[in-house]
């Protein structure tokens, strides 16, 4: 029972970090370097990551923000800059991130008779590049928690518009991303060993798969405290992943509606 709890609770507050503030929504905001920044919010987060039956579910879940000139916590994403917080050109960072993925047999008829895959927590480092064409990232971590004990890097674009309009000042941030997941991280999620297998279910061990990511956030201040921020992302998986038996889909959605009270 602990278990569960423990585990609803890490995947609501993973969810709600990947929607808010993790790394392609967070690249376009332009930090100002300043004092500790404290943040609550409420999110709708919708998502489909393409699993046999399972179709799109939709979660209502809180967050807390912590910002700093070289610390952010957000959700159960982490940051620390190593390099100095004022070079707003180049930064190296160690990062932890909580992976949104797992699932345990009640969670629909293709998982019956399957062992539950739990969250990874991925340690590693990351640098930041903004160029006058964009905004460059390359990330790389290791599972910490020995749950799936893979690895998970990341190479990427995004871009920042802001728009002055009627309906207010928007900002939108489009990127592109390139994420290899190697061979344990992906067989943990998305295999099926000897003994799980079945007539309708065959056993299948994944190898390691790129996964190519599109996606856009943007983002309205309401009030001087408050925050809108929208977002949708497409995710095509690599091969490994699609001809899994356990998904029938070329890839995953998610996207999120939110607001986060700053103080």
Not at 19 to 27: K, V
Not at 49 to 66: F, N
Not at 185 to 191: S, V
Request: hydrophobic share 35%.
């Amino acid at each position: 029972m602990k278990s569960q709890l423990f585990r609803s609770k890490c995947i609501a507050s993973t969810c709600i970090a990947c929607a808010f503030l993790t790394t392609p929504f967070a690249l376009f905001a332009q930090t100002k370097i300043s004092d500790t920044e404290y943040g609550v919010g409420l999110g709708v987060i919708p998502s489909d990551e393409g699993y046999k039956g399972i179709g799109l579910k939709s979660t209502v879940i809180p967050a807390v923000r912590i910002q700093t000139p070289r610390f952010s916590l957000r959700g159960t994403s982490a940051e620390f800059m190593v390099t100095h917080p004022e070079n707003q050109v180049f930064s190296v960072n160690l990062r932890a991130d909580l992976l949104l993925q797992g699932y345990k047999a009640k969670d629909g008829a293709i998982f019956t008779g399957m062992a539950r895959r739990d969250p990874s927590l991925l340690v590693g480092v990351g640098v930041k590049y903004t160029t006058p064409v964009g905004q460059f990232w390359a990330e790389t971590g290791m599972d910490a928690t020995g749950n799936s004990k893979g690895m998970r890097s990341e190479v990427g674009v995004g871009w920042r518009i802001s728009t002055d309009s009627a309906i207010g000042n928007w900002t939108f941030s489009p990127y592109l991303s390139a994420q290899l997941n190697n061979a344990k991280l992906t067989n943990y999620y998305f295999g099926v060993s000897q003994s799980e297998a079945t007539a309708s279910r065959p056993a299948y061990q994944a190898g390691s798969a790129t996964n190519l990511n599109l996606g856009v956030s943007a983002v309205t201040n309401i009030t001087p405290s408050v925050t809108l921020l929208m977002g949708a992302r497409y995710r095509y998986y690599g091969q490994s992943i699609r001809q899994s038996p356990l998904v029938d889909s070329n890839g995953g959605i998610s996207g999120n509606v939110s607001l986060m009270y700053r103080f």
